[in-house]
């Protein structure tokens, strides 16, 4: 998630040759602290006045007048609702029906005057947004939720026309014991499961502390801040704010150093799977990384037989990689096109990679569909295929920045899962997963429950517990400062514990949630490391899990 937070800091040794991690960080507009509650959203955002338009916008339209906000407050976030309202109206269309009666959690202003135009109720597909009521025969025809269960039909209708899809393939099967108390909690008893959840935070402390002290204090994760050339000087130039081109930068640098992107030309075309893809952006800048060192290598092999024949024939070019991009989301703005015409742009020509996507939950994606030969990249579409006749894919690379929460878990089920890319076959050459917001991980699909229950043992606490107690912790790493709050400021914090043990809780808590994910890889064969690919400053979800092959 998002995705679809947080940052630490730069350790000097960290960049490349030739570029500084205070370079690289040169030019970031850095952002005020962000609100003290996590979002859903996988980057926490800077508060902002209540009634200043950005300074996008306020760089657009100079003498443009502030918009029109939406007055509801949002109770648990701390501020005002971020929609526009209509000049005649004091709340936005969602929030019209919660202050006209049913006291929906906000300011709750029920003498606001009704809207004009009727009542809106939750749909009822997905209560999670409302129509108007007299539209709600029509909306029900073309809700997202309406077409998403027609594919889900037909797709189990015809299981031949999507072989990628298979329900709950890679869902853990848990017990029941595992089900953490506030999953699926009715709105009615929340104010009771968010008490449970303190209560069993309170307990879970004293067992965080010692579990970190024995077991993690003496390795603190590394700091190293890499920078991809390519994407410094293509990427960097175009650019006010740099912050997701830093991480780009570093991810795509880890995952050369770890040698993930080059491929020998008998090695075929490398098949790149970017799990949580949204609009492909970090794949698109792998594919340029890829075709400027492919270039490059190209004009040396070139100079080299210029200079004497003895050396014999330059060796044959590499095939253009693959990419399959999964997410389970209709993303606008996609740059699946780019792909060819950067290829175009920056080689001069010749073949293009090709590019396979397909619209799937990673909870239901059978990846071997779209890896066997004949299948994915390799049978894509004239539009998205520019290279007919290129070799099938050999090694496989999976990648994702900031893969949300249990979608990292799901993500580590289906390569496991997978005879093409663990067992027998062993094409997964290596991973670089950029993690985030452990605080919606899930106990039941948590991806290797026995590391945490091992590191219990004999304490008065249980794994679904000490997991629920996990994930409302490590928010405290990410959830940022309101301006002017000090190290030591308490703030009426049910721990009665000062901002800065907070944060350093969150980050132990993010730590164990981390390590588990990354010793089942090594009890799998895998050599993986845990770094900070940026600093603090650039982002609070920095760090990242980087697997290879074990030699």
Request: proline residues 8%; glycine residues 8%; contains cysteine.
């Amino acid at each position: 998630m998002r995705d679809r937070g947080g940052d630490r800091q730069r350790d000097r040794g960290g960049g490349r040759a030739g570029q500084s991690p205070n370079r690289i960080a040169a030019g970031l507009q850095r952002a005020p602290e962000a609100a003290c509650e996590p979002t859903a959203a996988c980057e926490p955002r800077a508060p902002s006045e209540p009634e200043a338009p950005s300074q996008a916008s306020a760089a657009r339209q100079p003498n443009a007048p502030p918009r029109a906000r939406c007055e509801f407050f949002l109770t648990r976030k701390r501020r005002r609702c971020g929609m526009t309202r209509q000049a005649a109206m004091p709340y936005c269309s969602e929030h019209m029906a919660q202050v006209a009666g049913d006291g929906g959690g906000g300011s709750g202003d029920a003498g606001v005057r009704a809207d004009p135009r009727g009542r809106r109720v939750p749909c009822p597909l997905d209560p999670r947004h409302t129509v108007w009521e007299r539209d709600v025969a029509r909306h029900t025809r073309r809700c997202n939720r309406a077409k998403e269960a027609a594919e889900q039909r037909a797709r189990a209708l015809d299981p031949a026309a999507a072989p990628w899809y298979a329900p709950g393939l890679n869902a853990q099967v848990a017990s029941e014991n595992d089900a953490p108390v506030e999953n699926d909690a009715p709105v009615a008893v929340a104010a009771e499961v968010a008490h449970a959840a303190n209560a069993a935070v309170l307990r879970a402390l004293p067992v965080l502390r010692r579990v970190y002290a024995q077991h993690f204090a003496d390795r603190p994760l590394p700091l190293q801040v890499r920078a991809d050339d390519g994407v410094v000087q293509r990427r960097f130039p175009q650019l006010a704010n740099r912050k997701h081109a830093v991480q780009q930068a570093s991810l795509i640098q880890h995952m050369r150093e770890a040698g993930l992107l080059e491929s020998a030309p008998a090695a075929g075309a490398t098949t790149f799977i970017e799990f949580g893809c949204g609009r492909a952006e970090l794949s698109r800048y792998v594919s340029q990384s890829v075709a400027g060192s492919a270039c490059g290598s190209e004009r040396g092999s070139e100079r080299g037989s210029e200079r004497g024949s003895e050396r014999g024939p330059a060796p044959a070019p590499a095939p253009p990689p693959c990419f399959v991009l999964v997410d389970r989301a209709s993303n606008r703005m996609k740059f699946d096109s780019k792909f060819a015409e950067d290829w175009a742009a920056i080689r001069g020509g010749g073949p293009a990679p090709r590019v396979c996507r397909r619209k799937v939950d990673i909870r239901d994606l059978r990846i071997d569909a779209l890896l066997e030969p004949g299948a994915g990249p390799a049978a894509a579409e004239p539009a998205e295929a520019a290279a007919p006749g290129a070799p099938a894919p050999a090694d496989c690379v999976a990648i994702s920045k900031h893969l949300c929460g249990v979608a990292t878990d799901l993500t580590l089920a289906c390569v496991l899962n997978s005879r093409q890319l663990h067992a027998p076959h062993r094409r997964l050459r290596g991973m670089v997963i950029a993690m985030c917001c452990r605080h919606v991980c899930d106990a039941r699909q948590y991806a290797n429950p026995e590391f945490i229950r091992g590191l219990i043992a004999g304490d008065d606490v249980g794994y679904p517990e000490f997991f629920l107690a996990l994930k409302k912790i490590a928010s405290w790493a990410v959830c940022g400062r309101r301006a002017g709050v000090a190290d030591h400021d308490v703030s009426q914090h049910f721990t009665g514990l000062p901002v800065v043990q907070r944060e350093q809780l969150g980050e132990m808590a993010r730590r164990i949630i981390d390590e588990g994910r990354a010793q089942l890889l090594r009890d799998r064969g895998y050599a993986v490391s845990l770094v900070r690919y940026v600093g603090r400053e650039v982002s609070l979800e920095n760090v990242a899990m980087v697997v290879k092959e074990r030699t």
